[in-house]
């Protein structure tokens, strides 16, 4: 299947500062990708769409202003967390579709933890 | 995208088959059913996806009532790694709007020894 990754696994970060999170498809172009957040005991939340070339589209709910994304290739999509704040902590999750829009790939997460 | 209905908790022995149920009586005629599961502190793994036929991978099977409004993932012979939330998914094709995947509860599968 296709491989999604992300970097970093895992980050710690002080309030007020600003984390990006990357998210690459390996082997495939993804013209979509998608960023979901998972707090513990939960299931994965919808928070945006990401379309290379053009804005994202957020879900109800998740300030465009915290979450930047930018989708600037075919194979790259990055997520930065702004002023990052305790409540901010969760899981992050990247999602790339591949080209025949059938299916969603997943990547590994990105575990932040604001402090 | 249609709802689907899946039971909190399933558990299973390992070596025998998993059957996993889900309900997703609102579907549509055009909507996919997708399977993926999570294993704890992992992404989502894609398992399988159908539209009407039953479909078999190298993973699991995927059974389909003729209705469409039901369907079963099966692990033919459960290990020890299959144990994690499985998800059912319901979604329209790709070139619709709003196509991304929309995860519901899902399915804690245990699998024991």
């Known amino acids: 299947g296709a491989v999604v990754s992300q970097h970093p696994s895992w980050v710690i970060c002080k309030s007020g500062t600003s984390v990006k999170i990357e998210c690459r498809s390996l082997?495939?172009?993804?013209?979509?990708m998608f960023w979901y957040r998972q707090f513990p005991k939960q299931s994965l939340m919808l928070m945006a769409t990401?379309?290379?070339?053009?804005?994202?589209?957020?879900e109800q709910g998740v300030e465009k202003d915290k979450f930047l994304i930018n989708h600037a290739s075919l194979t790259l999509s990055t997520l930065t967390v702004t002023s990052a704040h305790p409540e901010d902590s969760s899981f992050y999750i990247c999602?790339?579709?591949?080209?025949?829009?059938?299916?969603?790939?997943f990547g590994p997460g990105t575990r932040l933890l604001v402090l | 995208d249609a709802k689907t209905t899946q039971p909190p908790s399933m558990d299973c022995a390992e070596g025998r088959a998993a059957n996993l149920p889900c309900n997703h009586s609102?579907?549509?005629?055009?909507?996919?059913v997708y399977w993926y599961r999570q294993i704890h502190s992992q992404g989502p793994q894609y398992i399988i996806h159908?539209?009407?036929n039953n479909e078999t991978n190298e993973m699991a099977s995927l059974i389909i009532t003729e209705d469409r409004k039901s369907s079963t993932l099966i692990l033919p012979h459960a290990t020890l790694r299959d144990t994690a939330v499985y998800y059912c998914?319901?979604?329209?094709?790709?070139?619709?709007?709003?196509?991304?995947?929309?995860f519901g509860k899902g399915t804690t599968l245990s699998v024991s020894s």
């Open positions: 609102t579907i549509s005629g055009n909507e996919y």
């Open positions: 990401s379309n290379e070339g053009s804005k994202a589209t957020y």
């Open positions: 082997d495939f172009q993804a013209t979509t």
């Open positions: 159908g539209l009407k």
């Open positions: 998914i319901v979604r329209a094709p790709a070139n619709q709007a709003g196509t991304a995947l929309i």
């Open positions: 999602s790339a579709r591949d080209h025949r829009g059938e299916t969603q790939y």
